[in-house]
């Protein structure tokens, strides 16, 4: 009887019904033994009695016994090894059957087509120097206006001749104009000075980009408690100013150009100034990836702010190895790379800066060396290995980013004699001015300056500037440069070596011999110089005694 909700019948049955059962299927049984006692079939299987001790050649008979049984399993095991090898056959035969006939047929390649492909290059490295030197190529290539971002905590430094160069002499009447950036990060009196300086060859456009722009895609989370110091940091980091003013400076060239096509605007510059950053704020929304990290851009990616305005973001310029170690641990790529230790670069760095500032800044007690100051850093900061230690290499990184990146406040002093670069001439300024309005470029500027709160003078770290860096634009110059900094190398390593007079080299040389026979002899023993003692009673007593006749002399 199937019961209700359930979705088996119960396997219940009534009693009688179930003796009635048992007792048919003992009749049968009984029933079965008779017909087999009937046939002389038993179930039982009579036990081998085995030779008996009296029978002679007893040992030949077991052992044929035993060969005959060997011979008999290994016959069994052969059997069952061809079932299982013909059943594999027969498995792998039906798949096959079964792939033709599901996958669609195919026409097989012709021998040109195998051939092509075998040719075919692979692909480039993204990561390379030479890839970063042709997408900068096909930026400039493609733009029409070219601005070169520059960090406004060392303008001069973050200038590249060999761009510049590169720029003028394209064709196409291509213009170039300076983006001086992060200039929350600067002394307002250094600002401007920067900017009359470098007002004198290209147009100069102060911007401060915004730090919080977030994609459309992700949404903040809101807080219901936040403090009032974070408030008004996230509203210094989310402004942005200079943006109205270059977006009119390049709506307005595009309008007095006359061309039907879009206005190409390329951004370069080296690492970490801004580039991304810049886009990202003109756009309104995250656009490009842009972060703290070094070398995040790895390809030219276009944008569109304006109908008739595009900008074409780029990877930074590859800074050249002859250059200072101060402008190579600021703008390029060695640590990232890891050509250059962090803790070389942060020695670097904190030679090109006033020692007491540094202390100021960071908040720590006066050091010796560089090894000092990151152990007094990262402790204060907390960057601890196992049982204390500080992390010297974590706190070097912290210190790097912190320079690389928009947090540190430092300066540098703009040339009081300005003088044009040897590429430049009084024609190619006059040039690069033609086009553009420079009266609402200035006034811009100045709207820039007032709505941005710079740090004060005090509060800044002075730095020494080297000069404007050297950059690799081609893969020639990058295997030629390689080959310079190779050279150079082995010259410094040759200087640091110290000469030996024939002399100095036989006194050094006799001491180690007999050294080196000691440790052969007994490499697992240390061995003690025996040094005579006098520990007689006359020199103890002696030595120990008190003259009192020297007190009455």
Same mark, same amino acid.
């Given at each position: 009887?199937?019961?209700?909700?359930?979705?088996?019948?119960?396997?219940?049955?009534?009693?009688?019904?179930? $003796?009635?059962?048992?007792?048919?299927?003992?009749? #049968?049984?009984?029933?079965?033994?008779?017909?087999?006692?009937?046939?002389?079939?038993?179930?039982?299987?009579? @036990?081998?009695?085995?030779?008996?001790?009296?029978?002679?050649?007893k %040992?030949?008979?077991?052992?044929e016994?035993?060969?005959?049984?060997?011979?008999?399993?290994? %016959?069994?095991?052969?059997?069952?090894?061809?079932?299982?090898?013909?059943?594999?056959?027969?498995?792998?035969?039906?798949?096959?059957?079964?792939?033709?006939?599901?996958?669609?047929?195919?026409? @097989?390649?012709?021998?040109?087509?195998? /051939?092509?492909?075998?040719?075919?290059?692979?692909?480039?490295?993204?990561?390379?120097?030479?890839?970063?030197?042709?997408?900068?190529?096909?930026?400039?290539?493609?733009?029409?206006?070219?601005i070169?971002?520059?960090?406004?905590?060392?303008?001069?430094?973050?200038?590249?001749?060999?761009?510049?160069?590169?720029?003028?002499?394209?064709?196409?009447?291509?213009?170039?104009?300076?983006v001086?950036?992060?200039?929350?990060? =600067?002394?307002?009196?250094?600002?401007?000075?920067?900017?009359?300086?470098?007002?004198?060859?290209?147009?100069?456009?102060?911007?401060?980009?915004?730090?919080?722009?977030?994609?459309?895609?992700?949404?903040?989370?809101?807080?219901?408690?936040?403090?009032?110091?974070?408030?008004?940091?996230?509203?210094?980091?989310?402004?942005?100013?200079?943006?109205?003013?270059?977006?009119?400076?390049?709506?307005?060239?595009?309008?007095?150009?006359?061309?039907?096509?879009?206005?190409?605007? *390329?951004?370069?510059?080296?690492?970490?100034?801004?580039?991304?950053?810049?886009?990202?704020?003109?756009?309104?929304?995250?656009?490009?990836?842009?972060?703290?990290?070094?070398?995040?851009?790895?390809?030219?990616?276009?944008? #569109?702010?304006?109908?008739? /305005?595009?900008?074409?973001?780029?990877?930074?310029?590859?800074a050249?190895?002859?250059?200072p170690?101060?402008?190579?641990?600021?703008?390029?790529?060695?640590v990232?790379?890891?050509q250059?230790? /962090?803790?070389?670069?942060?020695r670097?760095?904190? @030679?090109?800066?006033?020692?007491?500032?540094?202390?100021?800044? $960071?908040?720590?007690?006066?050091?010796?060396?560089?090894?000092?100051?990151?152990?007094?850093?990262?402790?204060?900061h907390?960057?601890?290995?196992?049982? *204390?230690?500080?992390?010297?290499?974590?706190?070097?990184?912290?210190?790097?980013?912190?320079?690389?990146?928009?947090?540190?406040?430092? #300066?540098?002093?703009?040339?009081?004699? #300005?003088?044009?670069?040897?590429?430049m001439?009084?024609?190619? /300024?006059?040039?690069?001015?033609?086009?553009?309005?420079?009266?609402?470029?200035? &006034?811009?500027?100045?709207?820039?300056?007032?709505?941005?709160?710079?740090?004060?003078?005090?509060?800044?770290?002075?730095?020494?500037?080297?000069?404007?860096?050297?950059?690799?634009?081609?893969?020639h110059?990058?295997?030629?440069?390689?080959?310079?900094?190779?050279?150079e190398?082995? =010259? %410094?390593?040759?200087e640091?070596?110290?000469?030996?007079?024939?002399?100095?080299?036989?006194?050094?040389?006799?001491?180690?011999?007999?050294?080196?026979?000691?440790?052969?002899k007994?490499?697992?023993?240390?061995?003690?110089?025996?040094v005579?003692?006098?520990?007689?009673?006359?020199?103890?007593? &002696?030595?120990?005694?008190?003259?009192?006749n020297?007190?009455?002399k």
């Open positions: 009887m199937k019961r209700p909700k359930l979705k088996k019948a119960s396997k219940r049955v009534t009693c009688s019904k179930r $003796y009635k059962i048992q007792k048919k299927v003992r009749d #049968h049984t009984r029933k079965l033994r008779k017909e087999a006692k009937k046939k002389g079939v038993s179930k039982r299987v009579k @036990k081998d009695p085995g030779v008996p001790s009296s029978a002679p050649f %040992e030949e008979v077991l052992r016994a035993e060969q005959r049984r060997l011979q008999i399993e290994e %016959e069994k095991e052969k059997k069952r090894q061809a079932k299982i090898l013909e059943r594999a056959q027969k498995r792998k035969k039906e798949k096959e059957v079964t792939s033709k006939e599901t996958e669609p047929k195919a026409k @097989k390649p012709r021998q040109d087509d195998v /051939v092509k492909l075998q040719e075919k290059p692979s692909a480039p490295d993204k990561n390379s120097k030479q890839y970063f030197c042709s997408e900068l190529n096909k930026v400039i290539d493609a733009s029409d206006v070219v070169e971002v520059l960090d406004a905590r060392d303008p001069m430094g973050c200038r590249c001749p060999q761009l510049e160069e590169a720029v003028l002499s394209r064709e196409g009447n291509k213009k170039l104009i300076l001086l950036s992060k200039i929350d990060l =600067v002394p307002k009196e250094n600002v401007e000075r920067w900017i009359q300086c470098l007002q004198l060859e290209f147009p100069v456009v102060a911007f401060k980009a915004s730090t919080q722009i977030k994609d459309k895609t992700v949404r903040a989370r809101k807080r219901t408690i936040v403090a009032s110091n974070e408030v008004l940091d996230r509203s210094r980091a989310a402004a942005c100013l200079g943006n109205s003013c270059l977006t009119e400076l390049l709506a307005s060239f595009a309008c007095n150009t006359q061309s039907e096509a879009s206005l190409r605007v *390329g951004v370069v510059g080296f690492p970490n100034v801004g580039k991304s950053s810049l886009v990202n704020s003109m756009k309104g929304i995250l656009a490009c990836n842009a972060g703290i990290k070094r070398g995040i851009t790895k390809s030219m990616q276009e944008v #569109h702010i304006l109908k008739n /305005v595009k900008l074409i973001d780029s990877p930074g310029v590859v050249s190895p002859s250059n170690p101060a402008s190579m641990a600021l703008r390029s790529l060695q990232e790379e890891g250059e230790s /962090v803790l070389e670069a942060v670097t760095l904190l @030679k090109q800066c006033d020692h007491s500032q540094i202390m100021l800044q $960071y908040n720590v007690p006066d050091f010796r060396n560089s090894l000092e100051f990151l152990t007094l850093f990262a402790k204060k907390g960057y601890l290995q196992k049982g *204390g230690v500080p992390n010297t290499e974590q706190a070097a990184t912290a210190f790097l980013a912190d320079w690389t990146g928009a947090k540190m406040s430092y #300066h540098c002093k703009a040339p009081d004699n #300005h003088s044009l670069p040897s590429y001439s009084d024609a190619v /300024v006059a040039e690069m001015r033609n086009g553009w309005d420079l009266n609402n470029l200035k &006034t811009g500027n100045e709207e820039t300056l007032k709505g941005v709160k710079f740090p004060n003078q005090a509060s800044s770290v002075s730095f020494i500037s080297k000069g404007p860096t050297a950059g690799l634009l081609s893969v110059d990058v295997s030629e440069d390689k080959l310079a900094a190779a050279t190398r082995e =010259v %410094e390593q040759k640091n070596e110290p000469e030996q007079t024939p002399n100095e080299g036989k006194e050094t040389e006799a001491p180690e011999k007999p050294q080196k026979v000691l440790l052969k007994t490499p697992g023993r240390v061995q003690f110089q025996s005579p003692i006098d520990i007689s009673l006359s020199a103890a007593t &002696t030595n120990d005694t008190y003259d009192f020297t007190d009455f």
